[in-house]
């Protein structure tokens, strides 16, 4: 069964680093999303993507954050300058009409 | 307008008990309501879905209630068994911006199921 996987698993940066981090959705989807979830709270959104161009972003989706999708595979999430309170579970989902979900990327700011 | 607000936060139950997790949302242009299970270390997986034209939705154990008037939906997991103990989240969404549907969650119950 085709799944959603993300690269890499763990990740810990130090405040005012970039990161970049890695998705590889399912083939044929169409749809991509990025969610985080910081320890203990709620899953939130963070942007969706469609037609290589971002369909929607939340608050959150402030000007540190960047999308891509630079080879029609992987979807990238960089973050251009963490800061400690980026520190939370991020899920990429791709989407044909139900979204299937990556086991997440952990990133963790000193 | 946005929230999902998911109950009770934790949930203990015996093997072969029913568990039940319940979800009120506040928007009603939202018309899709998702369940999603997740293990410890593991993304969320769907579990079930529903859409605000139907009052019930059964996959083999688990079913989904829908209560449009009370903006309301909730989980059953009929005969719960020790592997169903995870993390469960319901969602809801709408058509967005681009055809996008970003999910709004719950805050997620976490399931016991003792053996």
């Known amino acids: 069964e085709p799944e959603v996987t993300q690269t890499p698993s763990h990740q810990v940066t130090q405040m005012g680093q970039e990161v970049i981090l890695r998705c590889v959705p399912i083939s044929n989807h169409l749809y991509f999303y990025w969610y985080r979830q910081i320890l203990g709270q709620k899953v939130e959104f963070l942007v969706s993507f469609y037609n290589n161009e971002i369909s929607e972003k939340s608050e959150i989706f402030d000007d540190q954050f960047s999308v891509e999708r630079p080879d029609g595979s992987n979807f990238t999430l960089k973050i251009r300058s963490t800061k400690l309170e980026d520190s939370a579970m991020y899920f990429c989902?791709?989407?044909?009409?139900?979204?299937?979900f990556g086991p997440g990327t952990r990133l963790l700011v000193l | 307008q946005q929230q999902v607000k998911q109950s009770p936060q934790s949930l203990i139950v015996q093997k072969g008990g029913i568990s039940i997790i319940n979800c009120a949302y506040e928007n009603t242009a939202f018309d899709y309501f998702p369940w999603y299970q997740q293990f410890p270390g593991k993304g969320p997986a769907l579990l079930i879905a529903i859409r605000p034209d139907v009052s019930e939705k059964k996959e083999g154990r688990f079913t989904i209630s829908f209560n449009k008037s009370a903006k309301q939906f909730s989980l059953h997991i009929m005969d719960s068994q020790p592997g169903d103990s995870a993390t469960y989240f319901c969602?809801?969404?709408?058509?967005?911006?681009?055809?996008?549907?970003?999910?709004?969650w719950g805050l997620g119950t976490s399931l016991a199921v003792n053996p």
């Open positions: 969602a809801a969404s709408k058509r967005g911006a681009g055809n996008n549907r970003k999910l709004i």
């Open positions: 989902a791709s989407s044909d009409s139900k979204q299937y």
